[in-house]
Nanobody, 125 residues
Framework: VQLQASGGGLVQAGGSLRLSCAVSGGTFSSYTMGWFRQAPGKEREFVAT?????????YYADSVKGRFTISRDNAKNTVYLQLNSLKPEDTAVYYCSATTWALAGPPTVRQFDYWGQGTLVTVSS
């Protein structure tokens, strides 16, 4: 399974970006998809994930609730992350990820089996 993330860039505080992640080599509709991020000097943390492969239920980190939205298009084998009202503290490399498991609680890095290469989001103040 290969995940290719794109859409990162430099944006001013308050701005928006949409990240995309194209999945190939597997059955996209069978994966629970998610987004994580890693800021310099910090551990990778979850941002937003679906709870399982077949529904719309989601988990969001408290720090992004109301500002970020995860979505997926099974016809295009793509998962998206809409980032609105960006803050400098959102600066990080954003990774898309996939797992064959349904999530019974807040997502962790260890639960996800497949990772994209990351796309850098930089928010200037």
């Amino acid at each position: 399974v290969q995940l290719q993330a794109s859409g990162g860039g430099l944006v001013q505080a308050g701005g928006s970006l949409r990240l995309s992640c194209a999945v190939s080599g597997g059955t996209f509709s069978s994966y629970t998809m998610g987004w994580f991020r890693q800021a310099p000097g910090k551990e990778r943390e979850f941002v937003a994930t679906f709870k399982w492969s077949g529904g719309d239920s989601t988990y969001y980190a408290d720090s992004v609730k109301g500002r970020f939205t995860i979505s997926r298009d099974n016809a295009k084998n793509t998962v998206y992350l809409q980032l609105n009202s960006l803050k400098p503290e959102d600066t990080a490399v954003y990774y898309c990820s996939a797992t064959t498991w349904a999530l019974a609680g807040p997502p962790t890095v260890r639960q996800f089996d497949y990772w994209g290469q990351g796309t850098l989001v930089t928010v200037s103040s």
